[in-house]
Nanobody
Framework: VQLVESGGGSVQTGGTLTLSCVASEYTFRNYCVGWFRQAPGKEREGVAAIDSEGDPNYADSVQGRFKISKDNANSLLFLYMTNLKPEDSATYVC??????????????WGQGTQVTVS
């Protein structure tokens, strides 16, 4: 499966961005999909994920500011980011876990899209 992200860019502190991810060959209906991010010199961290039933979970650092959603019919995953902070700057990567629920490792990864907040 190929995952392709888009929507990254440069915004000012407090700004808003929406990231998108589209999958080829897979529908998101029966899988967990999520967003991860990695900043230079830091480990990759999970940002948000949504399981096959549409139940989301978020990292504490983004809770209340980010919202994850998906369009199963079109294999689209979104991350709506508000009140962005400089510490949100990172490469954001879309990932899919070949299972209904989000506990465990992810199997497929996109190339990422850069988000810069200044």
């Amino acid at each position: 499966v190929q995952l392709v992200e888009s929507g990254g860019g440069s915004v000012q502190t407090g700004g808003t961005l929406t990231l998108s991810c589209v999958a080829s060959e897979y529908t998101f209906r029966n899988y967990c999909v999520g967003w991860f991010r990695q900043a230079p010199g830091k480990e990759r961290e999970g940002v948000a994920a949504i399981d096959s039933e549409g139940d989301p979970n978020y990292a504490d650092s983004v809770q209340g500011r980010f919202k994850i959603s998906k369009d199963n019919a079109n294999s689209l995953l979104f991350l709506y980011m508000t009140n962005l902070k400089p510490e949100d700057s990172a490469t954001y990567v879309c990932a899919l876990r070949d299972y209904l629920h989000c506990t465990g490792t992810f199997d497929y990864w996109g190339q990422g899209t850069q988000v810069t907040v200044s």
